[in-house]
């Protein structure tokens, strides 16, 4: 047995004592991480500076959708996408719920939108509601590198 350990120690090559990760390489995690949590903080900004911009009307629920999710295979627990026009500037605009509901909404029932005035295909069901990536990925992914590359080091 111990002659086999030798062998496989000599094939692969001569070894030394971990020294640790490269200072490179902290570097790199340190600049990423900085750069998702800059990131993070600019779409913060934007999506507030949106808020504060947009406006709300009532929407009018006028289809909706029906899917199954994947790990439905007997398809017993449907996920409803309610399909909301409103209009605006007196053209009609639609937009689609990004996130399923379980329970089914009613043709004719209303709902908030929130839109941008200049742009009212850029809109979102709901009075808080913002379209686009939440920020708080970006926070959580740049500090958790940030603490990676900080616990690496030590």
Do not use: C
């Amino acid at each position: 047995m111990l002659n086999i350990l030798n062998s496989i120690f000599l094939i692969s090559g001569r070894h030394g004592a971990f020294t640790g990760v490269p200072p490179m390489v902290m570097a790199g995690f340190a600049v990423v991480s900085t750069a998702l949590i800059l990131l993070g903080i600019f779409l913060s900004q934007k999506r507030k500076a949106w808020l504060q911009h947009s406006q709300l009307t009532q929407g009018e629920i006028v289809e909706v959708s029906k899917r199954y999710d994947r790990s439905d295979r007997r398809g017993q627990h449907p996920i409803f996408f309610p399909v909301v026009s409103f209009i605006v500037n007196e053209r009609q605009f639609k937009i689609e719920a990004d996130k399923g509901m379980s329970i089914l909404s009613k043709v004719g029932q209303k709902m908030q939108v929130r839109y941008n005035p200049e742009n009212p295909y850029e809109s979102a069901l709901g009075e808080r509601n913002i379209p686009g990536i939440k920020p708080s990925v970006f926070f959580v992914l740049g500090t958790g590198l940030l603490l990676a590359s900080i616990l690496l080091m030590l």
